[in-house]
């Protein structure tokens, strides 16, 4: 009996899958969607990662150093950086085009690229040399794959 891949599982999880919002659990990025088999799937990133559409990047894992303007020193604890304020307008985006996952692949470093509806895509790159995990994809109360997969 063969099984398949983890990057083969990870795009059956979430090919299909609605795009619901992006967010961040202290400085892990959150990027939740709607399963297109039903329940809740979503991709944690502890590793640099960016939200791109016709080669803008729209908002970055860097974002989440920089305070909002105005927002003092405790702009992280606060969720008042420029991470926050431009994933929450993405977030409005989002809820009004409700676009679906349409392709995904895992590259042999790590690399995810997560491409939805209307031209947008999700790109994350390990950048640690470690067994440390970078990344993972899961369904909740589900399976979990991600980077490096013996750390998941």
Known sequence: ?????????ISRMLTGAGVRSIGRAADMGVVEFDGAQGGAVAVH?????????????????????????????????????????????LNGVLGQLRPVVEQV????????????EQGFRLEVFPDCSGNVEAWRAFVRGGDHYGFPPATV
């Open 45 to 89: 990133m502890q590793c640099p990662f960016r939200v791109v559409r016709k080669g803008k990047v729209l908002v970055g894992s860097s974002d989440m150093r920089y305070p909002q303007k105005g927002a003092g020193p405790q702009a992280f604890a606060e969720f008042r950086t420029v991470y926050d304020a431009r994933a929450a307008t």
């Open 105 to 116: 692949t895992v590259g042999e470093a790590g690399e995810l690229t997560v491409r939805w």
């Open 1 to 9: 009996m063969t099984t398949a891949s983890p990057g083969a599982e």
